[in-house]
């Protein structure tokens, strides 16, 4: 655990505007995206933090400064420590923006891709950033917190087979599923259930359809 | 009327010539729905004769947005969806989701618990990797292999059900502890399980490690370099086979595994035949660590005391007692009440690292929480080590990695 902290007070040293990150396990600092590269880049350099674990990133939710924050954990081979290093990704919520890494790992290729498609954040470089998990031409980002659990309705990404079949990706039918909370300090009396469907209950039948 | 004809000059004649011979290029796409892609994975190959210039794999077939799920349900609830990642180590799932929570719940499991976690894991490595080496003898078209693992797994299955009440999604780790403890007797059944499969092991690998075919088709094949194996961030048997010793059950010790000894197996060569010889000792050094754990099995709980906020009463005291009454239901409905932070571990599962990041803001539900699955960093390297195959020897490769595109497309 100590060398992660030594390489961090090094790090914090060469960029003064590096800070430290509340976190509940590995040491973590917060990089201003402009130091993002340079910084991981004499992490994995100078510290020994060879392997990218992952790369993430969290919706804070409509309206926080920033919106979203690009996560990176390292991991080193040699002294078996971890860092977290975190960056807020610039630009406005429809399109954050944040440097790409795989310049530095080529393994981030597809977790850049994977944020990208949920998220909608362009990382800048990034040699191929399309979608990853969802079909290329899928007009939303599941994982912002303003798109519903259950889904919209979009169009098939086959237009032909959508022609044939009539078909659409229509949304979860979520009656007695097991969504009762959501998080945050929401009371989660008013919150639940919400995808229950209030036209049936213990006194009144579900009505045939 | 006069025809105009065209003199080009030659050098543009040559240009045109090159065209004309250049070898043509075929595209082809196997998957989603291939034997040797072991579910719905689908490669979008170039070929030039049998070897691939290009190769992009395409997943997300089986994306059932389980990060999408745990933010809008209670941590408790996430559990059984931990089995649905690597659906072939179920346990070794919840087991790595429980002590992320725990870790930020900041809960100390029993020493118990601990050690049934870590005979439940093991267990699960040796069933997934079973699984791995025979749907990977399929491939190369050693068929025995197959069935001598399935038999074995099903030994396993028998176990798992007695624990459990499940064969496949066991969902038996709670956070804070595990669902029940070991049933009169098992244990003793664990140990005959592994004294008959030790020999029936041997007898298994023997079908592959000297033999001839096996190793035409897979010595020298697929190489990943170590730097290579790093810069893509593989992990688990793929990253050993390449040569780096990095398991984390021996470099970030969870669970208790520093008490127990075992070996990591590391190739030399980073070809599907060290893959291959990697999980092949991983299964012996598992059963030694089951030995292990059963010989000093400790006494005492299986569940954290201090976890009433998160781990339900026993059902006899919910009937009986008010206060555990209140408490039950505060936790069903509430979920149990994790502080604020973030948290990221990652437990070294059959398939390699599997990560949980988890954002808390409070309260029973996490904000964020990212499932780092190692069969989706063990494809990404697929691009670079294709190139250059012959389309034969991508089924191969595809064998050896030993991925599950239920934990790659979450």
């Known amino acids: 655990m100590s060398a992660s902290v030594d390489a961090l007070s090094a790090l914090k040293a060469k960029f003064p505007q590096v800070t430290d990150r509340a976190s509940r396990d590995c040491p973590a600092v917060d990089v201003p995206t402009a130091d993002l590269v340079a910084a991981l880049k004499s992490l994995r350099d100078e510290a020994g933090f060879d392997l990218l674990s992952d790369v993430t990133a969290i919706d804070w939710a409509e309206g926080a400064t920033p919106r979203f924050t690009a996560v990176y954990h390292l991991y080193s081979t040699t002294s078996h420590a971890a860092v977290r290093v975190a960056t807020p990704c610039t630009g406005d919520d429809a399109a954050p923006a944040v440097p790409s890494v795989v310049a530095l790992w080529p393994g981030a290729n597809w977790h850049e891709r994977e944020a990208y498609d949920m998220f909608g954040i362009k990382f800048e470089g990034h040699p191929d950033l399309r979608r990853i998990l969802m079909w290329d031409g899928y007009p939303y980002h599941p994982l912002r917190k303003e798109f519903p659990l259950a889904g919209i309705e979009t169009a098939l990404p086959d237009l032909e087979v959508a022609e044939e079949t009539q078909a659409k990706v229509i949304p979860a039918p979520m009656v007695g599923g097991p969504f009762v909370a959501s998080s945050g300090e929401m009371n989660l009396t008013e919150a639940e259930p919400r995808a229950k469907d209030e036209s049936w209950n213990e006194r009144s039948a579900k009505p045939q359809a | ?410």
């Open chain 2, 1 to 410: 009327m006069a025809t105009e004809i065209a003199f080009p000059d030659s050098a543009a004649k040559a240009a045109g010539a090159e065209q004309e011979f250049a070898p043509e290029k075929m595209s082809l796409s196997m998957g989603p729905s291939h034997p040797s892609t072991h579910g719905v994975l689908r490669l979008q190959m170039e070929l030039d004769g049998e070897v691939l210039t290009k190769c992009d794999p395409i997943v997300g077939y089986l994306h059932r947005g389980d990060e999408k799920i745990a933010e809008n349900m209670t941590y408790n609830q996430f559990v059984p969806y931990t089995d649905r990642l690597d659906y072939l180590a179920p346990l070794a799932n919840n087991m790595a989701y429980a002590i992320a929570v725990e870790k930020l719940a900041g809960l100390e499991v029993p020493a118990r618990c601990q050690a049934i976690r870590v005979l439940t894991a093991e267990m699960a490595r040796i069933s997934a990797h079973l699984m791995g080496l025979g749907a990977f003898g399929l491939d190369v078209g050693a068929w025995t292999v197959l069935v001598h693992s399935l038999n074995q797994r099903e030994h396993l299955y028998k176990l798992f059900e007695e624990l459990t009440g499940a064969r496949f999604t066991t969902s038996y780790t709670r956070i804070g502890g595990v669902s029940r403890d070991v049933p009169e007797g098992w244990l003793g059944r664990v140990i005959a399980f592994c004294d008959q499969f030790e020999p029936a092991l041997e007898e298994t690998l023997a079908l592959l490690t000297r033999n001839k075919i096996f190793q035409d088709r897979t010595v020298g094949v697929g190489i990943i370099t170590k730097a290579d194996a790093l810069a893509y961030g593989l992990t688990g048997p793929n990253l050993r086979g390449s040569g780096v010793a990095l398991d984390l059950r021996k470099d970030r010790p969870y669970s208790g595994y520093e008490q127990y000894e075992f070996d990591v197996p590391v190739g030399s060569k980073g070809d599907c035949y060290d893959r291959y010889l990697c999980r092949g000792e991983e299964m012996r050094q598992s059963v030694r660590i089951i030995r292990q754990v059963i010989a000093k099995f400790p006494s005492g709980d299986w569940y954290a005391k201090d976890a009433r906020k998160i781990f339900a009463p026993p059902k006899d005291k919910i009937l009986t007692s008010m206060e555990e009454l209140i408490n039950n239901f505060m936790i069903v409905t509430e979920g149990p009440q994790i502080p604020a932070g973030e948290v990221y571990f990652e437990a070294e599962n059959p398939k390699g690292a599997l990560g949980f990041y988890i954002v808390s803001k409070g309260g029973g539900v996490p904000w964020r929480m990212k499932i780092r699955s190692p069969s989706f960093c063990n494809l990404s390297i697929l691009p670079k080590v294709c190139v250059g195959t012959m389309m034969s020897d991508v089924v191969t490769l595809l064998g050896s990695l030993d991925f599950v595109m239920g934990e790659c497309d979450r």
